[in-house]
C-alpha cells in the first residue's frame, strides 16, 4: 500500500459550498459576464480609518515580530471592554482567547473538549462550517430541524441531548436565517445547558448587526454558573475586516481558555501581529462605523425584501439582523443546489443553496451588495424563475 495515500480525516472533509459557488461565480465574472453576486459573507464596506492607521504606523515600526500565543494585552483589554459595554461583564485577561476569526475560536474550543465520538447538537439552519469541524475535532455532529418554521423549539432541542452531548452551538442573529432566538429561548437554553452540565457556546459573531430597535439576549442575564458559557465574537462582520483574521472567545472558564491557549501555541503559536493592532484600534475607535453599515444594511435589505415580495410563491422570513435573507424557493424547485445552479446560469446571479446550511428548498441571499445591485440581482431571478413555471407548466 501507498504511504501517499491521505489520512481518513482528509478524506471526510468536504469542500465549503459557499466557496465553491465563490469559485464559480469568480469564473464567469472572469468570461467578462455581468454576474451578480448575492452570495458573500462580508461586507464590501472599507475597514475604519483607525484600523488602518494603526497597522501603518506599526508597519513603520518594522518591528512585526510574535506576539503572545492568545493575544497581545492591549486586544484582550479592548475585548474586555466589549464585553463590559455589550454584556455587562467584567472578565479579566486570562478569560479571553484571540485567534485567527471566530472560525479558529470555535476550532480550538471542539479540539480542546471533544473526544472521540462526542455529540455537538446545533440547530438548522446552520452555519456551514459546523459540521465538518465538528468532524474534524473527532466529533458527531447532532443537527436539530425546526418542525416549523426556520428556529427550533427547546423541547426540539432537548430531545436530541444523550449522554454524549459535549456541547450545544447557538448562532444569534443566524447565518443564514437572520432570526433572532427569543429571549426564552436563550434562557431555556443556558439553563438547560447548566442543569446538563454541556458547553454552550454562543456564536455571536452577528450580534451588532441586527435591525428594527430588535435585542439580542444576552446569556450572562440568565446564568448562575458560567463555567459552561463560551462566547464568541470577531471583527470581520462588525467592521468588515474579514481579511485581518481576528476574532476572540470569552468565558469565565479559565482551564478552557488556557486549553484553547495551549492548542493556539502548538498550531499557530500566534496571530497576525499588524492584525491584532488593527483589531484593537477598530476595537477603541469610534463606533459610529458600526452604525453605518448597520444603517447600510438596513436599507439595502429593505430593498431586498420589497423585491422579493413581487415574487410569487416564495416564503420570506423577514431578517431581523446579519446581512442574509433565507427564502423559500421550493415551489420553484426542491432541490436548491439545481436551483442555484440554473439562477448562475440562466440569470447570472449567486446565491447559496438553503441544503449547505442543512435546510432544503432554500436560497440565501446575502444583502452585503450595492442596492442597485441587491434589485436588479433579483429582478433577474424573478425573470428566470417566469421562464421556469412557464416552460413548466
Ligand atoms: C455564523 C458564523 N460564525 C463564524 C464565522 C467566522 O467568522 P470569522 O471571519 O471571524 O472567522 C462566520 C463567517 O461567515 C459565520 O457566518
Redesign the pocket.
Known amino acids: 500500500m501507498s504511504n501517499l495515500t491521505l489520512s481518513t480525516r482528509a478524506q471526510s472533509i468536504g469542500d465549503s459550498p459557499?466557496l465553491k459557488i465563490n469559485a464559480l461565480a469568480r469564473a464567469l465574472k472572469k468570461e467578462g459576464k455581468p454576474l451578480i453576486h448575492l452570495g458573500v459573507?462580508?461586507p464590501a464596506f472599507p475597514a475604519p480609518q483607525a484600523a488602518v492607521d494603526a497597522i501603518i504606523a506599526k508597519a513603520q515600526t518594522r518591528n512585526i515580530k510574535y506576539v503572545p500565543s492568545s493575544g497581545t494585552p492591549e486586544l484582550k483589554a479592548a475585548v474586555a471592554r466589549y464585553t463590559e459595554t455589550y454584556y455587562g461583564r467584567k472578565v479579566s485577561a486570562d478569560q479571553i482567547i484571540i485567534?485567527?476569526?471566530?472560525?479558529?475560536?470555535?476550532y480550538n474550543f471542539l479540539l480542546v473538549t471533544l473526544n472521540a465520538g462526542d455529540e455537538v447538537i446545533f440547530p438548522a439552519p446552520?452555519?456551514?462550517?459546523?459540521p465538518e469541524m465538528i468532524k474534524l475535532a473527532g466529533g458527531k455532529p447532532v443537527v436539530v430541524r425546526p418542525a416549523h418554521g426556520l428556529q427550533i423549539t427547546l423541547p426540539e432541542l432537548t430531545a436530541a441531548i444523550t449522554p454524549r452531548t459535549k456541547a450545544i452551538i447557538l448562532?444569534s442573529p443566524?447565518?443564514p436565517s437572520g432570526q433572532i432566538f427569543e429571549a426564552d429561548f436563550v434562557k431555556g437554553l443556558v439553563e438547560l445547558a447548566e442543569q446538563k452540565n454541556i458547553f454552550l457556546f454562543m456564536?455571536d459573531?452577528?450580534n451588532q448587526l441586527i435591525f428594527d430597535g430588535n435585542k439580542c439576549p444576552n446569556p450572562y442575564d440568565f446564568c448562575t454558573d458560567s463555567q459552561n458559557l463560551v462566547i464568541?465574537?470577531?471583527?470581520?462582520?462588525l467592521y468588515g475586516m474579514?481579511g485581518l483574521?481576528?476574532?476572540w472567545a470569552v468565558s469565565e472558564n479559565r482551564s478552557l481558555i488556557s486549553a484553547m491557549g495551549r492548542m493556539q501555541a502548538q498550531s499557530t503559536s500566534c496571530n497576525c501581529d499588524l492584525s491584532e493592532v488593527a483589531a484593537t484600534a477598530a476595537l477603541l475607535g469610534d463606533q459610529r462605523c458600526v452604525k453605518d453599515l448597520r444603517d447600510l444594511l438596513y436599507t439595502n435589505r429593505e430593498a431586498l425584501l420589497a423585491e422579493l415580495s413581487k415574487i410569487p410563491h416564495i416564503g420570506v422570513h423577514k431578517p431581523q439582523g446579519?446581512f442574509y435573507c433565507f427564502a423559500d424557493f421550493s415551489y420553484y424547485n426542491a432541490d436548491s443546489q439545481a436551483l442555484a445552479q440554473y439562477l448562475l446560469e440562466k440569470a447570472l446571479v449567486a446565491v447559496v443553496p438553503g441544503s449547505a446550511f442543512g435546510m432544503e428548498g432554500y436560497l440565501r441571499m446575502s444583502f452585503c451588495a450595492s442596492k442597485d445591485q441587491i434589485v436588479e440581482g433579483v429582478q433577474r431571478i424573478a425573470k428566470a424563475l417566469k421562464n421556469l413555471s412557464v416552460k413548466e407548466d
Open positions: 459557499t459573507g462580508e485567534s485567527a476569526g471566530a472560525k479558529q475560536v470555535l446552520y452555519w456551514v462550517s459546523y448562532n443566524n447565518n456564536d459573531i452577528y464568541a465574537n470577531g471583527v470581520s462582520k474579514t483574521r481576528i476574532g446579519t
